[in-house]
């Protein structure tokens, strides 16, 4: 059973570049499948910030493309997500999840989340 | 950008009836590319439905999916105390994800 979980520092300070990481086990993300974002503003809905597949090509919001990259490591069964030039809107709670985005369009397994919170 | 909208924003009821949620899309999508999600307080959402009608693993028969084009229904035919919670719809359109704004689905 694939589990996913996210790592990453929860204060950030306004304009720095976060950096976040995703965890998986149960699962080769070598072995297929896309591997995403989407961030959770406090109270609010969900927002898909970007998703790489396993052969490493990339697609983001074009809301949030200027600033978010999204890359694999695959020694480490792992996705992180980078993003520049926070502000206090970029407060959220980031979830990764597994993403299917052929034929069928879904996250079928996503990790708990973790709150980064931007401030100074 | 395709834009969901979600109906109701809150809809209270009691343990046993039936919960019947909207998602409309401000065009016509594929039924492939839509899915509903439940989220409960504090947790990360769960797949409960896929294309459209198709159940999650491990998703109980009292979840159904139904719609096409613009118009997209979950349908809950039994309310069980779990199932006290935020529904979410998501479309994909080449090459985003959306999200509906949700419906909490709260006891009455």
């Known amino acids: 059973q694939v589990q996913l979980q996210e790592s990453g520092p929860g204060l950030v300070k306004p304009s720095e570049t976060m950096s976040l990481t995703c965890t998986v086990s149960g699962y080769s993300i070598s072995s297929g499948y896309y591997w995403g974002w989407i961030r959770q503003p406090p109270g609010k809905g969900l927002e898909w910030i970007g998703s790489i597949y396993y052969r490493g090509g990339t697609d983001y919001n074009p809301s949030l493309k200027s600033r978010v990259s999204i890359s694999l490591d695959m020694s480490k069964n792992q996705f992180s997500l980078k993003q520049s030039s926070v502000t206090a809107a970029d407060t959220a709670v980031y979830y990764c999840?597994?993403?299917?985005?052929?034929?069928?369009?879904?996250?079928?397994?996503w990790g708990k989340g973790t709150t980064v919170t931007v401030s100074s | 950008e395709i834009v969901l909208t979600q109906s109701p924003g809150t809809l209270s009821l009691s343990p046993g009836e039936r919960a019947t949620l909207s998602c409309r899309a401000s065009?016509?999508?594929?039924?492939?590319?839509l899915a509903w999600y439940q989220q409960k307080a504090g947790q990360a959402p769960r797949l409960l439905i896929y294309?459209?009608?198709s159940r999650a693993t491990g998703i109980p028969d009292r979840f159904s999916g139904s719609g096409s084009g613009t118009d997209f229904t979950l349908t809950i035919s039994r309310l069980e105390p779990e199932d006290f919670a935020v529904y979410y719809c998501?479309?994909?359109?080449?090459?985003?994800?959306?999200f509906g704004p949700g419906t909490k689905v709260d006891i009455k």
């Open positions: 998501q479309q994909y359109g080449s090459p985003l994800f959306t």
């Open positions: 065009q016509s999508v594929s039924s492939m590319s």
């Open positions: 999840a597994r993403v299917r985005a052929s034929l069928y369009y879904y996250m079928d397994a």
């Open positions: 294309a459209a009608s």
